[in-house]
């Protein structure tokens, strides 16, 4: 496995709603990744990093510093933080920098995605369908997904409730008040099957990473933690996926499938040795699917590892130990990010009060977007 990659400072702010900017959450996000690496905005040779609505990246260098620093923004959904990783990792292997910057930041209203369906390449008859709504989406393709393969609504509310207990350990979450799965089922349909409890929110927040050189990493604080691989793809023709206009007939497929694939391919390992994930649950029914879709158990599986406690913090297999989505809110262009600071502090073993017993070596994340794009890492201590 390749260990030319390290992360060697990560921060972020609390998720949620906010009166700062989200210019303002940015550039918190990235002083604190700046501090725990041990180093001063100076040192940083190129930065990569976007939001979906608030602003341009390349701009925060009016508050950071005016260095001269190459900083390329990046726009790609929810995977844009996931996507800015890539680039920092490409920059230090190309020789580009030894000192790279990714960070991801936004601010949304309150209320449900619902971009215009013209952004999207398609016709206004689309939009006025309601197929643009997000929730919508999300209610079609798990209710399909739970007939396929026998996932009772039980468990989205199990997942739900995971969720909620682990944003009650995270001081940054959102939502950091315990629900459970009876008042996950009871609170209001949304898209059946998915209930008001089961989704989450769109909010505010950043989060940032320091990737460094192995020779670079040995003058900073650490302790660094290995980027094993980072992949990001896009959509197959025929794949169920938000926005994308069409509905396949036969076995769903997914993007998240490849770009798992790739990244355990590239780091050299498979999903049986990770001790701990980030998934994407933007609604409980998400977790559930992607849990098969990047490898960790077979369709259908989920109904009785979720019900058994496998997934739990101190299950062989612990998902979304901050929260995830649902906990925290999903500010677009952070989620990705989170994911990765989520996983870079259990393997330092500072997660506090949820963090995963019995030392975890290895981790992995996996954000999932419209139209249909994903970006995986995995990391190792």
Known sequence: MSTDVLICGAGRTPFGRSEASGRQLAVG???AALADAGIEWSRVRAAFGGSDSAGLADTLVAQLGLTGVPFINVKNGCATGGSALVSAVNAIRSGMADVVLAVGFDKHPRGAFD????????????????LMVTTQFFGMKIQRYMYDHGITPRTLALVAEKAYRNGGLTPEAWRRKPVSAEEVLESGMVSDPLTRYMFCSPGAGAAALVLCSPEAARSLDGPPVALRSAAVRTRRFGSFEVFSPWIPGGQLTSVSRDASAAAFEEAGIGPGDVDVCQLQDTESGAEVMHMAECGFCEDGEQ????????????????????????????????????????????LRGRAGERQVPGEPRVGFTHVYGAPGVSACTVLSR
């Open 29 to 31: 996000a990235v002083n």
């Open 115 to 130: 971009p215009r369906p013209e952004d999207w390449g398609l016709g206004a008859e689309y939009g006025s369908d309601g």
């Open 303 to 346: 109904e009785r590892l979720i019900a058994s406690g496998v997934t739990e913090i101190g299950g062989t297999l612990p998902v979304n130990t901050d929260g995830g989505c649902i906990a925290n809110g999903e500010p677009i262009g952070a989620s990705g990010l989170r994911q990765v600071y989520e996983i870079v502090q259990q």
